[in-house]
């Protein structure tokens, strides 16, 4: 039913922004919970923001809090996540995927049913 589709990474330096864009399918706004993940070679997925369907909840993993933030514009079927004060350690490739809504935002990938292709964010120092 949902589908989703990234945009917006690229290759910046240590301490610059990125501001990453999630083209959903569908209605989604009553429905499903929104968040980005990221993954590096040989990794897992791992979790970085979530926001719930009205955007009045949010998660963020401890590692991005400060400098990323979630937002999602349900008349687009979007979502965003801007990166600031980018790092070396947030290179890796990210997806945004959407779960069922069950009332908290999660960062739990089993949890989430559909899946972007991703989209490539490198940082060099």
């Known amino acids: 039913q949902v589908q989703t589709v990234e945009s917006g990474g690229g290759s910046v330096q240590a301490g610059g922004s990125l501001r990453l864009s999630c083209a959903a399918s569908g209605y989604i706004s009553s429905a499903y919970l929104m968040g980005w993940f990221r993954q590096t070679p040989g990794q897992e997925h791992e979790g970085v923001a979530a926001i719930s369907p009205n955007g009045s909840g949010t998660y963020y993993a401890d590692a991005v809090k400060g400098r990323f933030t979630i937002s999602r514009d349900n008349a687009k079927n979007t979502v965003y996540l801007q990166m600031n004060s980018l790092n070396v350690e947030d290179t890796a490739m990210y997806y945004c995927?959407?779960?069922?809504?069950?009332?908290?935002?999660?960062?739990?990938?089993?949890?989430?049913?559909?899946w972007g292709q991703g989209t490539q964010v490198a940082v060099s120092s």
């Open positions: 995927a959407a779960a069922p809504w069950k009332g908290k935002p999660i960062l739990t990938p089993s949890s989430y049913r559909f």
